[in-house]
Nanobody, 129 residues
């Protein structure tokens, strides 16, 4: 069973930056992709960013393009989300998602296809002055 350890959340002022990390352990194979989703109070979970292990292709939600950058380490176990120019509307619980299948995009209701064992516990990001 895969264990996902998320870190790096917290409180930041508008315009500030945070870097999230997600370390995966216990997976016996290479996942096609990993990613980040977020869920604000009273809203559905939404896609933020994803990255493939082979080739390093990246995918972003329109709302974060140009502000967020997803990356991974060479070992294939950890992904990062560098979040710059943060806005109050970025406030949410951010979830790491493991073992994402090949898709043209990960938006919309794709998150419902992710198995319960493939989610991290979530980490709070609050953007407020």
């Amino acid at each position: 069973q895969v264990h996902l350890a998320e870190s790096g959340g917290g409180l930041v002022q508008p315009g500030g930056s945070l870097r999230l990390s997600c370390a995966a352990s216990g997976r016996a194979y290479s996942a096609y992709a990993m990613g980040w989703f977020r869920q604000a109070p009273g809203k559905e979970r939404e896609f933020v960013a994803a990255i493939t292990w082979h080739g390093g292709s990246t995918y972003y939600a329109d709302s974060v393009k140009g502000r967020f950058t997803i990356s991974n380490d060479n070992a294939g176990n950890t992904i990062y989300l560098q979040m710059n120019s943060l806005k109050p509307e970025d406030t949410a619980v951010y979830y790491c998602a493991d073992d994402l299948p090949k898709r043209p995009d990960y938006g919309g209701t794709f998150y419902r296809e992710v198995g319960g064992d493939s989610w991290g516990r979530g980490i709070q990001v609050t953007v407020s002055s």
